[in-house]
């Protein structure tokens, strides 16, 4: 029997799946920056400053799991992609500048966010094209950088293009008219038995009337081959996994929109599959308060440093990190706000060791 994904009232997300402020996460006012791929953003580091209970690297209680410290998928990500990039973004929280992809993805999302403000009959081409200048003139408010993104007039054009070109794609993939989203931009939070936190946001959740969770990401990237198809689902997986731990129900669907090439990939978990999600995740954490504890944040070469913003600071690349920040200064950082960076790699799709 077929799942029907329909008409199901808009809930308010804040009373349904409360979530603190994460560990240094920055919505933007338009949207939450991106990578490139249209991957979950850079949630861990990119600071809105951690809660009260906060507990900095070098002053944290030792154990499974510190308080005040949380994982997101990007953040998994980096770890994997490399340990160095990782300290970069979460400890020092050095700034990155944006790029036009992860730029695109951000609006792109916002746009797809917005739409489904409209009447479900208005939600067409025509109508998510007009959402594209105000939802940049918002992005650039947040973030007044941006702006200066292009070298001319034509780049301009042609991001602008390539990002209609990606909106209209969206609707040869779902008919947005025959589809009312539970929850949009939906910020999770799940507290392990460990003690880790996992955080994240979730591009849009669907809820059947029969109360079938559907998680829905959106990419502004390709699918990727099929030999890395089950690495692209960690992400889903991931928040699959909050979801059963905040709600007690397993999600019936996960479902990423690749707007790159309009590709769908569905995957239908089960206990199973997030059960061995949590082993992961809880052993990649170990593997973090580990490189923590020891101060040892080595730097990963791979292809992925085509992409990095601290080559000058990378071992790697003939550069020197600065010197690790004391417990007061990462206190001092994680308390004040910091405009969110844009990610500079693609990570969901290469996630090495987790699936
Ligand atoms: S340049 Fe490469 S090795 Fe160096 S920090 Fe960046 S991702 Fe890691």
């Known amino acids: 029997m077929s799942v029907v994904w329909l008409t199901l009232p808009r809930v308010d997300e804040t009373q349904v799946l409360p979530a603190a402020p994460a560990l240094g996460d920055t919505p933007l006012a338009g949207g939450h920056p991106r990578a490139p791929d249209g991957s979950e953003p850079s949630a861990d580091p990119a600071g809105a400053g951690a809660p009260s209970d906060t507990v ?3 002053s944290a209680p030792q154990g499974p799991a510190r308080a005040g410290w949380s994982l997101s998928p990007s953040r998994a990500a980096d770890f994997l992609t490399c340990p160095l990039l990782y300290r970069f973004r979460v400890i020092d929280r050095l700034p990155e500048a ?52 292009f070298g001319d007039e034509t780049e301009r054009e042609t991001w602008f293009t390539q990002a209609k070109e990606m909106l209209d794609r969206y609707f040869t993939l779902e008919d947005p008219t025959r589809l009312e989203p539970a929850h949009r931009e939906l910020q999770v939070e799940a507290k392990l038995e460990s003690g880790l936190r996992l955080r994240g946001y979730i591009d849009r959740v669907d809820i059947s009337p029969a109360g079938d969770v559907r998680i829905v990401d959106y990419k502004t990237g390709t699918a990727p081959r099929e030999e890395f198809e089950a690495r692209a689902l960690f992400q ?55 490189a923590r504890d020891a101060a040892d944040w080595r730097p990963r070469r791979g292809r992925l440093c085509d992409w990095c913003a601290h080559q000058a600071l990378c071992p790697e690349f003939g550069g020197t990190p600065p010197p690790l920040p004391t417990p007061e200064e990462l206190a001092s950082r994680y308390a004040r706000p910091r405009p969110a960076p844009a990610e500079a790699a693609p990570h969901m799709a290469d996630i090495a060791d987790l699936t």
């Open 236 to 290: 889903m997986k991931f928040y699959a996994l909050v979801l059963w731990r905040t709600r007690g129900t397993v999600p019936r669907m996960l479902q990423l929109i690749y707007l790159g090439n309009g590709e769908l990939v569905r995957y239908a978990p089960d206990e199973a599959d997030l059960l061995a999600t949590e082993r992961k995740v809880e052993a990649l954490w170990r593997a973090i308060e580990r």
């Open 98 to 149: 944006p790029s036009p992809a992860a730029a695109r993805g951000t609006l792109v999302h916002a746009v797809l966010e917005r739409l489904f403000d409209a009447p479900a009959t208005a939600r067409n081409p025509q109508a998510a094209a007009e959402l594209i200048a105000p939802a940049w003139d918002q992005l650039i408010a947040a973030e007044p950088d941006l702006a200066d993104l």
């Open 56 to 58: 900095t690297a070098d």
